[in-house]
């Protein structure tokens, strides 16, 4: 079994920062990329921001110059720094973890965390 748990969401005013946490867990062999997603009321989930095990990154257009991921693969776990929030980035947020269990070495397949709030007042 593989978990990713969320943490770190929460209620902050416009022009204010959180950091999200992703933590990774169970039978684990290796983890690829690993992403941020985010949905709103009404809208379809989006990324906002992938990395890979090499630490390349990759940005959705309402992250870039604001967010920042990175990771700690010994510690199985990858972040989203947000800064300069606004309303309009008010949605649950996602992490997902392209993971290779220690049943199936070869295969990666995509694990999702249950999400955690992120609401931005004006």
């Known amino acids: 079994q593989v978990q990713l748990v969320e943490s770190g969401g929460g209620l902050v005013q416009a022009g204010g920062s959180l950091r999200l946490s992703c933590a990774a867990s169970?039978?684990?062999?290796?983890?690829?990329?690993m992403g941020w997603y985010r949905q709103a009321p009404g809208k379809q989930r989006e990324l906002v921001a992938a990395i890979t095990s090499a630490g390349i990154t990759n940005y959705g257009d309402s992250a870039k110059g604001r967010f920042t991921i990175s990771r700690d693969n010994a510690k199985k776990t990858a972040y989203l720094q947000m800064n300069s929030l606004k309303p309009e980035d008010t949605a649950v947020y996602y992490c997902?973890?392209?993971?290779?269990?220690?049943?199936?070495?070869?295969?990666?397949?995509?694990?999702w965390g249950q999400g955690t709030q992120v609401t931005v007042s004006s």
């Open positions: 997902k973890g392209a993971i290779a269990t220690m049943r199936a070495k070869a295969y990666f397949a995509d694990y």
């Open positions: 169970g039978s684990i062999f290796r983890i690829s990329d």
